[in-house]
């Protein structure tokens, strides 16, 4: 290893790094080790076709990494968070309004609401691009990771392709395979809740004379008191475009761990079924939802040496390292 490797004085050398996955991870860890003067290639199993939309938020702390890395921060199209809204489950009024005009004062940074797709581009670009400092990053897609010789760097794909880097770096999600070559298996089960996902366009919502949530530019969230599992939780993306709605409720109601986030989408009326008592302007942005796909829920157990804080890398994982940004 160390083939590609150029040394410096100080003892920095630029490395070759082999990012497995392309998603919001794998082009976040792209960017920063492109700016750090790295060389690196991502690989990425799909070819990005047929990805659905959702909310993502990014909270000061990864906004001020967007600036750091130079992100062109309008091509994400975010919603800057003004208020935190809870409302009461039948009526919909707020029960508790928490006010963040003083955050971006207070944090240093604002808090965005990203639509995933958007994020995902605004990242790509600057990731790939030429312009600004470092290497552009390149990517392979269609390169599905099936091992890793962690002693010579070697990824080895299903394409029958394989690759070598002083680095590899897996961010290939939660069901990272990665991580299971590197030893690290986290226990997982199903949580007890399910969520289903719908997206409601606000033009759509307004035309049909509904309330406009979007003027509010707030995360908004009616139940999930008194221990219960049912809430809704509304989060503005797309400039305020589209409005994305994850919808909890216990797993008696509806279980979907078998199926895909990539899956079929689901009937409003199966959307609807679990809360006959939700306030009715709510509810009636949700029988126009579309794109109603189930967000899986699990509760997973950290690894202990994460954990800990002992050691995060074994000595035999030396040529990999793991990222994952899914809470899931
Ligand atoms: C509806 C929904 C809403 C969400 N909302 C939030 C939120 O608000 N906040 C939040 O932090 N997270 C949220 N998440 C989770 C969100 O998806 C993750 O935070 C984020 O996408 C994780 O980024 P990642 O790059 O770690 O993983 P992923 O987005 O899963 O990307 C992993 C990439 O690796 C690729 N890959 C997988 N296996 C291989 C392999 N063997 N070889 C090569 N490539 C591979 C995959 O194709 C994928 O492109 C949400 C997820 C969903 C579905």
Same mark, same amino acid.
């Given at each position: 290893?160390?083939?590609?490797?150029?040394?410096?004085?100080?003892?920095?050398?630029?490395?070759?790094?082999?990012?497995?996955?392309?998603?919001?991870?794998?082009?976040?860890?792209?960017?920063?080790?492109?700016?750090?003067?790295?060389?690196?290639?991502?690989?990425?199993?799909? +070819? *990005?076709?047929? /990805?659905?939309?959702? #909310?993502?938020?990014?909270?000061?702390?990864?906004?001020?990494?967007?600036?750091?890395?130079?992100? &062109?921060?309008?091509?994400?199209?975010?919603?800057?968070?003004?208020?935190?809204?809870?409302?009461?489950?039948?009526?919909?009024?707020?029960?508790?309004?928490?006010?963040?005009?003083?955050?971006?004062?207070?944090?240093?940074?604002?808090?965005?609401?990203?639509?995933?797709?958007?994020?995902?581009?605004?990242?790509?670009?600057?990731?790939?691009?030429?312009?600004? %400092?470092?290497? %552009?990053?390149?990517?392979?897609?269609?390169?599905?990771?099936?091992?890793? &010789?962690?002693?010579?760097?070697?990824?080895?794909?299903?394409?029958?392709?394989?690759?070598?880097? +002083?680095?590899?770096?897996?961010?290939?999600?939660?069901? #990272?395979?990665?991580?299971?070559?590197?030893? $690290?298996?986290?226990?997982?089960?199903?949580?007890?809740?399910?969520?289903?996902?719908?997206?409601?366009?606000?033009?759509?919502?307004?035309?049909?004379?509904?309330? &406009?949530?979007?003027?509010?530019?707030?995360?908004?969230?009616?139940?999930?008191?008194?221990?219960?599992?049912?809430?809704?939780?509304?989060?503005?993306?797309?400039?305020?475009?589209?409005? #994305?709605?994850?919808?909890?409720? =216990?797993?008696?109601?509806?279980?979907?761990?078998?199926?895909?986030?990539?899956? /079929? +989408?689901?009937?409003?009326?199966?959307?609807?079924?679990? *809360?006959?008592?939700? &306030?009715?302007?709510?509810?009636?942005?949700?029988?126009?939802?579309?794109?109603?796909?189930?967000?899986? $829920?699990?509760?997973?157990?950290?690894?202990? #040496?994460?954990?800990?804080?002992?050691?995060?890398?074994? =000595?035999?994982?030396?040529?990999?390292?793991?990222?994952?940004?899914?809470?899931?």
């Amino acid at each position: 290893m160390g083939s590609h490797t150029s040394h410096t004085s100080s003892g920095w050398r630029c490395l070759s790094v082999g990012v497995v996955g392309g998603g919001i991870g794998g082009m976040s860890v792209a960017i920063s080790l492109r700016r750090a003067g790295h060389n690196v290639t991502i690989y990425e199993r799909n +070819d *990005f076709a047929g /990805e659905v939309g959702a #909310s993502v938020s990014c909270a000061a702390n990864g906004t001020r990494w967007l600036h750091e890395w130079g992100v &062109d921060v309008a091509k994400g199209d975010p919603v800057v968070l003004r208020k935190l809204i809870n409302r009461d489950w039948k009526t919909g009024e707020p029960v508790s309004v928490y006010d963040l005009e003083d955050y971006e004062q207070r944090w240093g940074y604002v808090y965005n609401m990203f639509h995933r797709q958007y994020m995902h581009a605004m990242l790509k670009d600057c990731a790939l691009q030429d312009e600004g %400092p470092g290497n %552009p990053a390149k990517l392979m897609v269609n390169h599905p990771c099936k091992g890793i &010789d962690l002693d010579t760097g070697t990824i080895y794909f299903d394409n029958g392709k394989t690759a070598q880097h +002083d680095l590899v770096v897996g961010a290939d999600g939660i069901g #990272s395979v990665v991580r299971k070559i590197i030893g $690290l298996t986290p226990d997982k089960r199903p949580a007890p809740s399910s969520c289903l996902h719908a997206n409601v366009l606000t033009e759509d919502a307004v035309k049909l004379g509904l309330v &406009d949530y979007s003027r509010d530019s707030a995360l908004q969230y009616w139940g999930g008191q008194e221990g219960k599992w049912d809430k809704i939780v509304l989060s503005p993306c797309n400039g305020g475009k589209l409005l #994305s709605y994850y919808c909890f409720f =216990p797993r008696e109601k509806g279980d979907y761990v078998n199926q895909t986030w990539r899956g /079929e +989408d689901r009937p409003v009326e199966e959307l609807l079924a679990p *809360f006959p008592e939700l &306030d009715p302007q709510v509810k009636s942005h949700l029988a126009i939802g579309i794109e109603i796909r189930p967000w899986r $829920l699990w509760v997973q157990c950290v690894s202990p #040496s994460l954990r800990t804080g002992e050691r995060v890398i074994k =000595p035999e994982e030396r040529t990999a390292l793991t990222t994952s940004f899914d809470p899931a």
